[in-house]
Structures are given as C-alpha cells and as structure tokens.
C-alpha cells in the first residue's frame, strides 16, 4: 500500500516539472520563481493530502517538490512551497503536528543553505547528482522523526515483525524519494538545456546575419577608402604648406577608419593566419604589461593568479585582441581604487579564464544584450570590440560567459581547449 501511495507522489511530482518543460520557452512564466512555487506548492500539498498514514505519522514525498523549488526557483520558490506544506499539515492536524512542522523546517534548511553552490555548478551531470544527494536529506530527517515520535509514544514494540516491517517502509520510502528526485531533476535539466540549446541557435543565427551584413558593407566601404588614402598620401608627400597638418590629421583619421572596419571583416570572419601551441600565462602576462599603463591611468588595481602550464593552441594574435578587449571593458567598468582580477587555471580539462571587475555591474536585461550590434554600456561605445572578442573566442571553440549584479561587478569567464605538451615547448621550458 505504501509503495502504491509513493508512485501515485511520482506522478504528482512529474506533473508541474512536464508543465514547466512546457512553458519553459516564456520568460514570463518558465523563470519565475512565484510560478515555480505555486506549482512546486501545488504538488507538495497533493503528496500530502493523499499521503498513507501509518505509526501515526504521514508517509509522502512532499519534500521532493520543496528541495526541487529551491534549487530551481530560487529561495523564493521555496519559502512557497515551504508555506503550501506548513499550511496543509496544519489542516490535516494530527497527534505529531508539532513533529511536522519541524520536520518541515529541517527539510528545507539545508537546501536554502546550499542553493547558491547549485546553481553555479555548470555540468549537468553533476546538478543531477547534486539534486539527487539534496533529496536524502529529507529522508534523514523523516527517518529521524520517526525514531524520536515512536519512541516517544511506546508505539514500537521490540519484536522482530515490528522490525521487518518498519525497515520496509524506510527502505521503500528511500528508495522511492530517491527515483522521484531523479526523474525530476532529470527532465529539469533537460528542459534547461533545451532553452539553452534555442537561444544558442537564435544568437548564432543573429550573428551569422550580422556577419554577412558587415562583411557586404565593410568590404564596399574599404575599396573606394584605400583609393582616398593613397591619393591623400600622394598629396602629402608634395604639401609643405600650411595644409600639411590637415592631411595628416586626415590620414590619421582614415587610418582609425581602416581600424573599424578589419574589424567587422574580423567579426564576420576571424582569420586565424597562424595557429601555434603556446604557454597560455605569458599571452596574458604580455597583455596586462600592455594594459597596465590604462589601469594606472584609471586608478585601478590588477590582481593575477595565473596558472604556468596551461598550454593552448590557437592564433595567438587574435586571442591576444580578444582579451585586451575584454580586459579593458573590465578596466574602464571599475572605479578608482577599484580591483579588476584575472584568473587562470584548469576545470574539467578546459582552460578556465576569469576576468572580474569591482564596476558597478550590469543589469540583467543589460547582461541579455551583450554581444548585440551597436550595444554597449559605456557612453561612446559601440559594443563592436565585445562583439569582435565573442566571436573571436566562438570560432576557437571556446566559449564566454558573462555574469554581473548591480554594484557588486561583472565577471567573464573564457572556456578554451587544452592542448598537450609538445617536445618543442618542453624543451623551451627546461632551458627557461
């Protein structure tokens, strides 16, 4: 009968979770958090009211809906789901009413503990297990109250049916809460992935559109701007006169022009001209050392921790663009006296680079729009040099992935492939 009544809570608890796979495409719905608890409130009220009741005490899967709300929903979420379970225990009442409540209680504090390590873990294989483990805690604290309540009420006799039979129950409603966990968190994460996986195709199709249309444009532009140029420098070389200075400054400008423009030909199409294995941590040293005097400039301390035998293998010039660019963003974000971080070291047999400012940070619809077209924060930007780096970063297959909050900064972090270490490199270290 107990294992019937658990199944008919695994149905309950897929309910809402098959429901937010379903809605999970409308922002307005699938990440907010007051929707995630009504459903998650909703599931766990069921699982009580259809609970088998037994020792004088409920048997139900009620927590699974809790633990799932706050490490999907936020604190918000769960403080919901929280309230629909204290709410309906209340009204089913009882002898261990009092045992309830601090069952519940309990339940929920070691999620609310450690939901802000949940969701910054990035692998899915690893949330799921992490879910899973989450999800024994209740079992340990139901297993708990249970020993404390029957003891308490001389309801437990020593006998060796009364063991048999207790251990069945335990066992059951262990194994049971644990595949409930699983299959749950399981089709969460699925539905997660999938709105990634859209908003990945979305954002490289908006890219490849833009790509195409800078690289038309910039490719029109240039021909009849490098037949300006050399005709200004011809002039030049005869002007001795006043208008020397002018053509010059003209020039000057032309050449800036020319700068603007291999960009949007380097956002459309990164040329990767020579591709070279090289120790990571010196592209990075030579790149602070050249961005160093901005810093100063600005007031601003510059923090490394830089791992010295990540080795990669790539273009080292443009990788080397990409992170002055982002560097620099960090820079020019923070205030005086403000720190900016860089971070090298390896995770899950990537390269993992971080780059993080103490700026006044960005809002999360500011956050959706970096790497748009003529977006950007700062007040003469254009968002063409975010642009340029992303896609410089993309097209090495890495990624980069910007987290900010308000008055606290913005932190970037690189995901690059490691590449092994060759002879030559070897021998160039011992010798160093």
Known sequence: MLAEKLLLHVLIILAPVLI????????????????????QGIAASLCLLFAHHEYGL??????????????????????????????????????????????????????????????????????????????????????????????????????????????????????????????????????IEREKMKEEIRRAEKLNTLGELAASIAHEVRNPLTVVKGFLQLMQKQEKGQNFQYLSLVLTELGRAEAIINDYLNFAKPEFKKIEKFYLYELITDVLLLINPLAMTKGVQIDQYL?????????????????????????????????????????????????????????????????????????????????????????????????SKIDEGTEVTILLPVAKLDSQLEEEKQVG
């Open 20 to 39: 937010y796979y379903i809605v999970s495409d409308n922002n307005r719905f699938g990440k907010s958090p007051f929707f995630i608890g009504t459903l």
């Open 58 to 191: 409920y048997w139900d899967l009620r927590y699974i809906p809790l633990v799932l709300a706050i490490l999907y929903g936020g604190p918000k979420a769960g403080l919901m789901v929280l309230g629909s379970i204290l709410a309906t225990r209340t009204y089913l009442g009882g002898e261990a009413l009092a045992f309830g409540y601090i069952s519940g209680i309990l339940a929920a504090s070691v999620p609310f503990l450690f939901v802000g390590i949940f969701q910054k873990i990035q692998s899915k294989k690893k949330r799921i297990e992490a879910a899973v483990l989450f999800g024994l805690w209740p079992n340990l604290i139901m297993l708990s109250v249970l020993i404390v309540y029957l003891l308490s009420h001389d309801i437990y006799e020593m006998k060796l049916d009364g063991n048999i039979e207790v251990l069945i129950y335990i066992i059951s409603f262990g194994v049971i809460q644990v595949i409930g966990v699983g299959f749950a968190s399981m089709l969460l994460e699925s539905a």
């Open 307 to 403: 791992e010295k035998n990540i080795i990669i293998e790539t273009d080292k010039n443009q990788l080397k663009q990409a992170l002055v660019n982002i560097v620099k963003n960090a820079i020019e974000a923070t205030p005086q006296d403000g720190r900016v971080s860089v971070n090298l070291h390896l995770r899950d047999n990537q390269v993992c680079l971080t780059i993080k400012d103490t700026g006044k940070g960005m809002t999360s619809e500011q956050l959706s729009r970096i790497g748009s077209l003529f977006y950007s924060t700062k007040e003469k930007g254009t968002g063409l040099g975010t642009m340029v780096s992303i896609r410089i970063i993309e097209t090495m297959n890495g990624k980069i992935n910007y987290a």
